[in-house]
């Protein structure tokens, strides 16, 4: 004969609970404590959590909801079993009995516990008033918890004694996911690679068969860290995605652009290497700037990150890019004569052009300084290195007017990431960076090379 469901002895409802917990585990468990002690008491015993916290009602401390609970435990576990005993379940002070007072309540078994990893901590969401499980739903969605549910079948309103089952609630980014991936999307494709990583990183974990959300958070990461001028990182990142055989669509179309950029980082890599430390030497100064691939890899970074900025309406970090932009050109240049313009010398230039500081002091002359000065023996501003170049030769210079650079170089000395205290607009931007393109185009023409795919290169992939 059948045993009646409200007859069941506690043990026998726990073992038929216990089978549907699985394997599942948590560190941690908050439980709110209303008058329903056999719930809290099967999840504890079920789930066995290394910490354990209540939420406890005025109502529920008087009628010592919590020593109600512990006896259906004794019934069902032994207490030397429970990884955490109830002598240490942690009762944060209050009455949480709304909305308010249980984020409170949960904010600090968050902070006694901030050596959990939030995905390690579960909120029961069976028992309590309506606006409590309203306000630990919510808790938990923005903190990355994990829901748990004790579900049952009902008679007449009531919990059919027998039927109580373990339960997760799903996880809405089922079904919203595709929204959230979409605003990732819009974040990338709009510089804040930071926030899309974040995200992609959430959709990864979140939402099952997720692969591409995993490998577009590493796309991000590795953009993120090129940004800060990181290139080792960022290297790490993007070999993560190019690990992948077989690539979301649209990346699968950019493989060669992706493999172009892993380059490109590899040589930042070295570059950095060489010139990052306290007191690089000359020589080696010398011969990464003279290593044409190298100068092309840091060019390219500093000017997609122009590109970028002027994108986002960032003008006077764009200039500031842009600048720098003409500096390493000019640098490059001076290189191969022998002249690295932190510490320059001339010994090897002046065995080119004997008469080079006279030059120099007639390039001075031609741009309308008044006081002329011999060759630098500190390090080399921009415009005076320009003006060497003139006094060299340079083809890079040669039958152009150089003037032009330092008439629009007021713009960047203008900002207030410069010497001024202003933004700059937009149309000084465009008069800026116009003169920086001219001698881009110059240098591209100097060595033959393509500044469309130079510039593919260096241009991150949009999602």
């Known amino acids: 004969m059948t045993q009646p469901a409200e007859s069941l002895p506690f043990p026998e409802v726990f073992r038929r609970f216990r089978n549907t917990v699985g394997n599942r585990t948590f560190r941690g468990l908050v439980l709110v404590g209303t008058l329903q002690a056999d719930t809290s008491a099967l999840l504890i015993a079920g789930l066995n959590p290394e910490r354990v916290a209540f939420l406890l009602t005025d109502r529920s401390r008087e009628e010592r909801f919590t020593d109600r609970c512990r006896i ?42 901030r050596d959990l990893e939030r995905h390690e901590i579960a909120v029961d969401l069976t028992g309590g008033k309506a606006m409590m499980k309203v306000g630990l739903a919510k808790a938990a969605h923005v903190l990355r918890l994990a829901s748990v549910y004790v579900d049952s079948d009902y008679d007449n309103n009531r ?30 494709n709009h510089h804040d690679y930071a926030s899309a990583e974040k995200i992609f990183r959430d959709l990864a974990q979140r939402v099952p068969g997720s692969r591409d959300y995993a490998i577009y958070a590493d ?7 090129w940004e800060s001028f990181a290139p080792q990182q960022a290297g790490a990142a ?24 892993r380059e490109s980082l590899a040589r930042l890599t070295d570059i950095n290497q060489r010139l990052t430390r306290r007191n690089p030497q000359v020589d080696e100064a010398l011969a990464a700037l003279n290593d044409l691939d190298q100068v092309l890899a840091l060019l390219g970074s500093l000017h997609g990150a122009a590109l970028r900025r002027a994108a986002q309406e960032r003008y006077d970090v764009a200039a500031l890019m842009r600048y720098r932009c003409l500096e390493l050109l000019s640098q490059h240049r001076l290189a191969t004569y022998g002249v690295w313009t932190a510490e320059p010398s001339f010994e090897t230039a002046l065995q080119r052009v004997p008469d080079l500081n006279e030059r120099y002091r007639q390039a001075q002359r031609a741009q309308g300084f008044r006081k002329l000065y011999d060759l630098p023996e500190r390090s080399i501003a921009l415009f005076d290195g320009y003006m060497l170049l003139q006094a060299l030769d340079d083809p890079l210079v040669r039958g152009w007017d150089i003037g032009e650079i330092r008439q629009r170089s007021y713009v960047r000395n203008a900002s207030i990431l410069a010497h001024g205290f202003r933004p700059i607009s937009r149309p000084e931007y465009d008069q800026f960076a116009s003169i920086v393109d001219e001698v881009l185009d110059r240098f591209f023409a100097l060595n033959s090379l393509s500044r469309q795919q130079w510039e593919q290169t260096h241009r991150f992939v949009a999602l």
């Not at 796309?219 to 860290?225: G, K, N, V």
């Not at 690990?243 to 990346?251: D, K, T, V």
Request: charged share 25%.
């Open 238 to 261: 993007l070999d993560r995605v190019l690990a992948y055989s077989a690539l979301p669509a649209n990346l699968q179309s950019a493989r060669a652009t992706l493999a172009a950029q």
């Open 159 to 188: 919990p059919v004694r027998g039927t109580q089952r373990f339960a997760m609630p799903e996880d809405p980014y089922l079904v919203f996911g595709d929204l959230e991936a979409a605003e990732a999307r819009r974040l990338h």
């Open 219 to 225: 796309l991000s990461a590795a953009y993120l860290a």
């Open 72 to 113: 259906q435990l004794e019934e069902v576990v032994d207490q030397a079993s429970l990884r955490c005993k109830p002598a240490d379940w942690f009762c944060p002070d209050g009455d949480h009995s709304d909305v308010l007072s249980v984020y409170t309540g949960l904010r600090s078994v968050i902070e006694r516990w």
